[in-house]
């Protein structure tokens, strides 16, 4: 098939980014096997063992005695007990822990099931699932999956696995810098024009991006570029980023920053139409949409690609949101970084096959490595005050309703402009701080996450090491140091064995700091927010509060909202809920 002109686009099968190391983590087991048909089986099934992609009843659960469609398939087990057998075991999985189930039990489901998929030299079903999940890794670089080829790792994808095994973080030290290396020195290299896809135009995505937006600045004085104004990246063809610049200033000279979505995509479907010319401000011809508009939605152009562009932006943590995310500009915090990728992948490489495109994208660029430093108190100070906007500026609905969302994903998860492009882990952490300030506007409140310019997190509070204890939000109230300490987790055995066990660590640790230092602080105590909390942690803070001394309240976190709005002093949350009433033995 023959390469045509099309806009450029981003595989969202993995949407989530946190879930790109576990599948390559998964993936290091079968590193240097020749991926053959037997081989992709087991891959998937570890996959889906580990819960790394967790497929639905319908599919997983379903036993197919046979299927003809695009392609041809027989179950493996023909025998009368077949459906029952699937039904079981698919229930067996649901249940398990992840990694816990037989893989032979899993592979007897993915020989006896099937999802109605099929991609070009993959064999249809489950095994296709594996170049889904995998070609757009392939495309950064991370590995190279390729049906008949040894399976390989690069030495980025490796950065980006480091403190990962079977597909998880490892729970002691947990470092997000390795992700974000990786995914930087990912993005910077990455071509539209690369050998796992066809496409006629030559860019250099995430340097031009750049280029356009410091033109703009340094011609102009306008600071970022709007969601809008992404369509027409999108649509652009080549590295030329005065051309498009220019452009961009001139559609916002004639309609300002409050064009319709309509009107945006007539002039960026001109951008795309080789006879017309196209480093000229002027809609699309009628014939043009008309014939390529199911090639290029609307929706697409405009909304769904431009959304998942600012999402892959952030995860280089080069780029900033402004105003009320309606602008995206250069993080000031990383100019050195942003100097020497706008220096060094500006031009366009060819690249003869695969195997070229793996050594130069999975190589690792040092200068492109972030390390944990001590925040300067410019960049505290620009945290503090992002909190108190946002604290001063939303309502308490507004903040009951976002803690819901965050522990929902899709159209049922949070819509807002901002927020919206905060990974979840990194949202919770940012709503949790601002909630404790609007409730105590006169306490101090120091969020550890790791922030843009705007003071928006990019990613949550890194692990304790030799500069920081780990907390995640302290609070100072007079002579108190309190502990804010939110979680995504919601499993019985992590919050009990790991998340308590950190934070009375953290605890202890804060109050061994502030002593040394004579801080002059005299009490210590840590909340403990999570989506819900298990009754067992009640037992659990009761061991701690009597072996170790350390005072832990656990808050499920609408709660922990409802209860702000009344609070006068940091003391008021030093309450057990009665969802975390202690388990006793009866008196006879």
């Known amino acids: 098939m023959p390469s045509r002109r099309k806009p450029i686009s981003f595989d969202t099968t993995i949407r989530s980014p946190e879930r790109i190391p576990q599948f390559i983590s998964i993936l290091s087991k079968f590193e240097n096997k020749v991926i053959d048909d037997e081989v992709a089986l087991k891959l998937e099934g570890e996959i889906i063992r580990y819960k790394i992609f967790k497929p639905t009843r319908q599919t997983l659960g379903t036993y197919i005695k046979e299927y003809h469609g695009n392609f041809n398939f027989k179950a493996d087990d023909q025998s009368k007990n077949a459906s029952k057998k699937v039904s079981s075991y698919y229930s067996e999985w649901a249940d398990s822990k992840p990694g816990e189930m037989d893989i032979d039990k ?20 489950w095994e296709s699932r594996i170049h889904t999940q995998f070609n757009f890794l392939n495309e ?103 051309k498009l610049a220019e452009l961009i200033y001139q559609f916002r000279q ?168 905060i990974k979840a882990t990194a949202r919770l952490e940012f709503l949790t701080a601002v909630i404790i300030k609007k409730a105590l506007p006169n306490i101090k409140v120091v969020a550890n996450y790791i922030a843009d310019d705007q003071g928006i997190p990019f990613k949550t509070a890194p692990g304790g090491n030799s500069q920081n204890v780990g907390t995640d939000i302290d609070v100072y109230e007079d002579n108190i140091h309190a502990l804010l300490e939110p979680t995504m987790a919601t499993s019985k055995s992590f919050q009990c064995e790991h998340e308590i066990t950190s934070i009375r660590n953290h605890l202890i640790d804060s109050a061994n700091s502030d002593l040394n230092n004579k801080k002059g602080y005299k009490e210590w105590f840590a909340l403990f927010l999570a989506p819900f909390i298990h009754k067992e942690v009640g037992n659990q803070v009761a061991v701690e509060r009597g072996v170790s001394r350390v005072e832990i309240y656990p808050w499920a976190c609408d709660d922990f909202v409802e209860f702000s709005k009344n609070v006068k002093s940091i003391k008021d949350y030093k309450k057990y809920r009665k969802y975390v009433k202690i388990q006793k033995m009866p008196e006879v």
């Not at 006896?112 to 064999?123: F, G, I, L």
């Not at 399976?151 to 980006?160: E, F, Q, R, T, V």
């Not at 939605?297 to 009320?324: A, F, H, Q, Y």
């Open 140 to 242: 950064l670089g991370l590995v190279r999956v390729i049906k008949g080829k040894k399976i390989k790792i690069s030495d980025n994808g490796k950065l980006m696995i480091k403190a990962y095994n079977n597909g998880y973080p490892i729970e002691d030290g947990y470092d997000e810098t390795y992700e974000q290396s990786a995914f930087l020195n990912a993005f910077c290299k990455y071509q539209i024009n690369n050998p796992y896809r066809r496409n006629t135009i030559n860019v250099n995505f995430f340097p031009l991006i750049l280029n356009v937006i410091r033109y703009l600045d340094k011609k102009y004085n306008c600071k970022g570029i709007t969601r809008q104004e992404i369509t027409f990246i999108i649509a652009w063809g080549n590295n030329d980023y005065e």
């Open 254 to 421: 004639r309609f300002g920053f409050r064009a319709s979505d309509e009107l945006v995509y007539e002039y960026a479907m001109n951008l795309m139409d080789t006879s017309t010319p196209n480093d000229i401000l002027m809609p699309a011809t009628k014939a043009f949409i008309k014939r390529k508009q199911k090639d290029y939605k609307l929706n697409k152009l405009t909304v769904e690609t431009p959304d998942e562009v600012i999402r892959k932006l952030r995860l280089t943590m080069l780029v900033s949101l402004k105003g009320i995310g309606t602008f995206i500009d250069i993080n000031s915090n990383e100019k050195d970084k942003i100097d020497h990728i706008l220096n060094t992948y500006s031009a366009n490489i060819d690249f003869e096959n695969e195997d070229d495109y793996f050594e130069y994208m999975g190589a690792i660029d040092k200068d492109l490595c972030f390390k944990q430093e001590e925040e300067s108190e410019e960049e505290k100070s620009t945290k503090e005050k992002a909190i108190e906007y946002w604290a001063r500026e939303n309502t308490w609905d507004f903040y009951k309703d976002e803690i819901k969302r965050v522990f929902k994903k899709g159209k049922n998860g949070t819509q807002n402009e901002v927020l919206k492009y």
């Open 106 to 125: 899993i592979k007897y489901l993915l020989k006896n099931t099937m999802t109605a998929h099929k991609d070009k030299n993959w064999n249809g079903g």
